[in-house]
C-alpha cells in the first residue's frame, strides 16, 4: 500500500475503520509470486490496519467467520405457533420471509455427500472405489496402491489422517488423502500423503469436478480438529486448480491467502499418435545417433534388458535399492536413501498388488547377470509416471538412464499410455528425451483465522530461503556453482573419503580458482 493510502486509512474516522480494515485484510490474502517487497507490505498493511481498528479484536471480528444458525426448534408459546419473546411485526407490514436454513445433511453441491475419514483401517474400506476413480482421472499418485503402502512404510506410526471423499448421487468423484503433522511452533499443517519422494500429486477428482470437490473440502476442513493454520501441496502442477479453488471456496469474508514456492521443471514426453516411431523421429540427429551408439556398446558389453514379474519383484526391489543408494552417497540427500531397509520393502508393497494388472513396472537392464540400472513406474489411466531410477556410475559410459527412459517409450505406446511424466528437476537426460514441460511447485494455502499471523511467521522462513535460493540461481554464474557446493561445509571430507588409497592429492585451492 503506498505511503499516502496509509496516512489516509490512519486518519479515517473510527466508522469507517471497519471497512477499511476489511478492505486491506482482503488485499493481503491476494494470491501474487512471493518476494521480500511483499512481506514487508503485508506487515504495513496490517499494523496500519491494526492502528486504525483499534487493535487485534477489531482484526479478528472481521476474519471471524459468520455464526452458525442453530437448528434447534423455538419453544412453542401459544398454540398460534409464534415463538416465546418474539417481537411482532407491527399492524400492516408485510410478513417477512421465512429464512432458509442449510440442511447439515445435503452439503452444496446438489446431491453430493462428504465423508471425513481419520482412520487408517477406514482408508481400506474405500480401496476398491479409489482405485477406479485414480483409473478414471489418470493420476497414479493418488491411486490407494501408492497411498496405503506409504502408510504401512513410509509414515509414522501415530499418524493422523483426515481424508476427505466427496460423492455424487452415490458415486464417488474426489478424494482428498490428507494428514496432519505439526510444523514450526505448533502449526497445524494438513499435507497430502506421499508428496515427499518429488512425484508429481494432485488431489484426486474425476476430470471437471475438481472445483467441487475443491468446495467439500474448503467446508470440511474448518470443523477438523486440530484447524488446519497451512494446507500445503505439492509438488503439483503450476496450472492446476486446487490452490486457487480452495481460497475462492473458503467459508467467511475474507479469502485465504496461497503462497507459491518451489517452482522447477517437469519434463514430460506426449504421444500424440501413439507410435514409438514418431517419437523417436521427432528426436534430433545427434540424439538418435547417440541412443543407437549406446545401444551398440551395451549388446557388445553383454547387456540385456527385462521387465520385473511377480517372481522377481523381491531381488529387482533390493537391486534398486543398493544401486540407487551407492548413487547417492557423497552426492547428497535423497528421500528414499533416508529408508534404509525400509526401502526394498516399500516397493516389493507397492508393486504386489499392481504388477498382475500392469500398472506397476520395472525396467531391469543387467550386464552379464548383474543389473546396472533399475527404472521403475505407476500407471493409471493413460498417464505413466516415473518414480525413480537406480545406476551404477561405472557403466556411464553406456547412459543407463536413456537407455531404460527408450525401453519405457517403447513399452508405453504398447500399454496405451499417452503422457508420461519422466520426474521433477530439468536434468540433461530428461530434457534430451521430452517433447513438453510440466512444470510444478508447492502451494501453501493459510486460512482465515485468529492464528493468522503466527502460521504466516512460521511459513515465513520456507518462503524466504526458496526467493534467496531462486535470487542465487540468477545471480551466481553457471560455472561458478560447482566451486560453490565444493566449498560448502563437509564437502571437502566427502572427497577425502571416497578419493581411492594411494591416488595424488589434488591440486591446491589457489590453482584451481584460476579458472575463473
Request: proline share 9%; net charge positive.
Amino acid at each position: 500500500m503506498p505511503a499516502a493510502a496509509v496516512r489516509a486509512v490512519s486518519r479515517a474516522p473510527p466508522t469507517a475503520a471497519r471497512k477499511a480494515c476489511l478492505a486491506t485484510t482482503r488485499s493481503v490474502h491476494e494470491t501474487r509470486p512471493f518476494g521480500y517487497t511483499e512481506v514487508v507490505s503485508d506487515f504495513l498493511r496490517i499494523g496500519a490496519t491494526l492502528r486504525t481498528a483499534g487493535g487485534q479484536s477489531a482484526l479478528l471480528s472481521v476474519v471471524k467467520e459468520p455464526p452458525r444458525r442453530s437448528r434447534q426448534v423455538p419453544r412453542v408459546a401459544s398454540r398460534t405457533g409464534r415463538p416465546a419473546g418474539a417481537g411482532l411485526p407491527p399492524r400492516g407490514a408485510p410478513a417477512p420471509a421465512p429464512a432458509r436454513q442449510p440442511s447439515p445433511e445435503r452439503p452444496r453441491g446438489g446431491h453430493s455427500a462428504t465423508e471425513l475419514i481419520d482412520t487408517v483401517a477406514g482408508l481400506r474400506g474405500l480401496a476398491e472405489e479409489w482405485d477406479e476413480l485414480s483409473q478414471a482421472a489418470s493420476n497414479p499418485a493418488t491411486s490407494p496402491g501408492w497411498i496405503l503402502p506409504w502408510l504401512r512404510h513410509v509414515a509414522v506410526a501415530d499418524i493422523s489422517p483426515r481424508v476427505i471423499a466427496v460423492r455424487d448421487r452415490g458415486v464417488l468423484v474426489g478424494v482428498v488423502p490428507l494428514y496432519v503433522s505439526q510444523g514450526r511452533g505448533g502449526v497445524a499443517e494438513y499435507r497430502l500423503m506421499a508428496s515427499d519422494f518429488g512425484v508429481c500429486l494432485d488431489p484426486l477428482a474425476l476430470p471437471g469436478r475438481e472445483w467441487d470437490v475443491a468446495a467439500e473440502l474448503a467446508r470440511i476442513l474448518p470443523d477438523c480438529r486440530p484447524r488446519p493454520d497451512i494446507v500445503a501441496f505439492g509438488p503439483m502442477c503450476v496450472a492446476s486448480h486446487w490452490p486457487a479453488a480452495l481460497k475462492a471456496s473458503w467459508p467467511g469474508r475474507v479469502p485465504a491467502l496461497v503462497r507459491h514456492h518451489d517452482v522447477q521443471g517437469a519434463p514430460v514426453i506426449v504421444l500424440r499418435d501413439g507410435s514409438f516411431e514418431s517419437w523417436f523421429g521427432s528426436l534430433s540427429s545427434k540424439m538418435r545417433n547417440n541412443l543407437r551408439r549406446s545401444e551398440r556398446q551395451f549388446e557388445r558389453a553383454g547387456g540385456s534388458s527385462r521387465w520385473t514379474t511377480a517372481e522377481t519383484l523381491r531381488a529387482d526391489a533390493e537391486a534398486f535399492a543398493r544401486l540407487h543408494t551407492s548413487r547417492w552417497r557423497g552426492r547428497g540427500w535423497s528421500r528414499l536413501s533416508e529408508l534404509g531397509s525400509r526401502l526394498p520393502d516399500w516397493i516389493e508393497d507397492v508393486g504386489r498388488d499392481l504388477i498382475d494388472e500392469g500398472r506397476f513396472r520395472m525396467c531391469v537392464l543387467e550386464v552379464e547377470g548383474s543389473p546396472i540400472c533399475v527404472d521403475f513406474h505407476v500407471l493409471a489411466g493413460d498417464e505413466l509416471s516415473t518414480v525413480n531410477v537406480g545406476w551404477d556410475a561405472r557403466y556411464a559410459k553406456l547412459a543407463p538412464p536413456r537407455l531404460a527412459a527408450l525401453r519405457l517409450v517403447e513399452g508405453a505406446c504398447r500399454w496405451g499410455c499417452r503422457r508420461l511424466r519422466l520426474g521433477c528437476g530439468d536434468h540433461e537426460h530428461k530434457l534430451s528425451l521430452a517433447n513438453g514441460n510440466d512444470p510444478v511447485d508447492c502451494s501453501m494455502v493459510i486460512p482465515p483465522s485468529p492464528r493468522l499471523p503466527h502460521a504466516y511467521l512460521s511459513a515465513l522462513p520456507v518462503l524466504a530461503h526458496e526467493h534467496a535460493r531462486e535470487l542465487a540461481a540468477r545471480s551466481v554464474p553457471q560455472q561458478w556453482v560447482g566451486t560453490i557446493r565444493s566449498l560448502a561445509p563437509g564437502a571437502r571430507a566427502r572427497r577425502r573419503s571416497e578419493r581411492p588409497a594411494g591416488s595424488a592429492p589434488q591440486a591446491p585451492r589457489s590453482r584451481r580458482w584460476r579458472r575463473y
